[in-house]
């Protein structure tokens, strides 16, 4: 069993890990097309041995193709994803675009994966703090339902990609020999600084990077009874987005037995010894696939909360690396249905 | 009316704004003077018109002194807190070792500034992500009890004083050039990093600062049922403490009036439009003396609970500020009961 695969947007901060993860992941790729706008046509880019160019995305672009993997923005999305399923390929999507159609699977492979059975031609990969906060949650909510969530985000500058990158090194240069750096990518200056807006405004004085927290949640975990309250900042970080998180389960859950749960989790390390100063830190998850789980206590204001910290890497876990995963258990189906 | 005043910690990151506090706001100083450890012992230090040599912190050098203003370290105040009182001054202390003692009133001027009269001779200041936190706290708790209250901060490097900022600033001119700086001051390297603990231990899981900001608040808002959640993270900022902030309230307070309620509390400015991007940020509140609050939304989480943003200056509201603000309460009290 070996897949035509495309990977969309395959030249921005997302889609140069999502082709290092298939490469890594060994996916039974038999060809791999590249597709991106008109500026990055004819790039070449490194795939294992093999260098491979950059070819328009364009409506015939999928012939022959079995899967997409598509890091873009929404409106690119909107756009090219009927073009994959017309000519019957299954798009793997990180775009917002999707997520929240009742008609499009919302999936994190170690929380819902069942959930890809149901798909039309489109599935779509959750935003990147949506996915690390479910996949910790998803610990906890398997041993007892998860009721209610506060979470407060420190989310770094590759959520909005290589130039988020570059303004946090380019603004941070310029604040240290004491001149101004336009903000661009980010609302504010963001050397030295926070902003607490991640998105436009969406609702009831909620960002739209807030309210994906409140409903891609509720679709992934299949409950719509669970509430979250979401603050979403940006910090001063290029890889790693990082969470505190206060969660209200239905019954008390200890903290030794959250620990187990969450040291038990598929796709959660915990890093939890305070006196040892070990807990997860960006500088530390940079580069990895797992979510980290640290400073797991009781919450001291409600009987039966716990308050954690949460960081992982969000071009992998947050984008590349579920999209990837996703893409497995697509190819697992199609190897199941074919045999 | 016109006093003799000390200052203790003179050439401290929080001392220095003392002074500039102490003659901005234009208190009736007959004389001042400076202390410091033997390490200062003979610098020159100006104030208003005058040029002034820090003298050797010790027993006897509080004769003829009425009020000290003390930014040191615990164990300094620990110390010399009862030379002072000896000799009939009364301390004005920022350290954390008096603020949960009994005897030892903890006053926000804004919030408790009856508390003062009961000292004696000690008056602490509040740790200063608690000082900012509870100035907003109280403008909605003179409206409607506060119950609960889940805060994570986002905490600067300069509440590790002046060698807080100097290894963010060495650290960060290191990473970009790809050279890793010996972390000192902090657990960890700090720049483009996130770390989890500000303090030791204290207790079940929970850091000395966050602790901090569970016993204070109550003790300031003199309200021992008010329940607090506290995550405290050191963040890649140099001023300007900014805190995430759920409060649940004995019945729901609207958007609205919340708005209003901030607007109008003493020591509170209200920045709190998202569609227009104003909200407050580190990089605008450094300098000045008020607590900045935005982003007010109802808790999409529960029935009496609000969500808003928090920013202010730690080194004025959180430290200089209201340690001078308490002294000058002290010779209001003074004046008030000499004539």
């Known amino acids: 069993m070996s897949v035509n695969l495309a990977v969309v947007g395959a030249t921005g901060a997302v889609g140069r890990i999502v082709l290092e993860q298939l490469a890594l992941r060994k996916l039974p790729i038999n060809r791999l097309k590249l597709l991106a706008s008109q500026r990055s046509v004819g790039k070449e880019v490194r795939f294992a041995d093999e260098t491979l160019k950059v070819q328009l995305l364009e409506p015939d672009a999928f012939q022959g193709i079995d899967i997409v993997v598509a890091s873009t923005p929404d409106e690119v999305s909107a756009e090219f994803a009927s073009w994959a399923t017309d000519a019957g390929a299954v798009v793997v999507d990180e775009s917002g675009y999707w997520r929240m159609d009742p008609k499009v699977p919302l999936v994190i492979p170690e929380v819902n994966p069942e959930a890809i ?53 380019d603004s941070t240069r310029s604040a240290l020999t004491g001149k101004t750096h336009p903000a661009k990518t980010f609302q504010y200056p963001i050397a030295f600084n926070l902003i607490p807006q991640i998105g436009s405004e969406k609702e009831a004085g909620y960002t739209s990077e807030e309210m994906k927290m409140v409903y891609e949640t509720r679709k992934i975990m299949g409950d719509d009874d669970i509430v979250v309250c979401p603050t979403c900042v940006r910090v001063p970080v290029t890889i790693g987005h990082s969470e505190s998180i206060l969660v209200e389960t239905a019954d008390p859950i200890s903290v030794d037995k959250a620990r187990e749960l969450f040291a038990a989790a598929p796709g959660v390390t915990l ?44 071009l992998r876990k947050g984008a590349a690396t579920n999209a990837v995963q996703i893409a497995e258990l697509l190819i697992q189906k199609l190897a199941a249905a074919s045999s």
Chains 1, 2 share one sequence.
């Open 117 to 169: 059975h149901d798909h039309q031609g489109i599935i779509a990969s959750p935003n990147c703090s949506t996915t690390q906060m479910v996949v910790a949650l998803a610990a906890l909510h398997r041993h007892c339902p998860v009721r209610r969530v506060v979470v407060s985000t420190y989310q770094a500058t590759s959520g909005a990609g290589l130039a988020g990158n570059e303004e946090l090194y």
């Open 271 to 314: 890093v939890d010894d305070l006196d040892n100063k070990q807990y997860p830190m960006p500088q530390d998850c940079e580069g990895k696939d797992d979510v980290f789980v640290g400073r797991v206590r009781k919450d001291l204001s409600s009987p039966n909360g716990l308050a954690f910290w949460c960081v992982s890497d969000n």
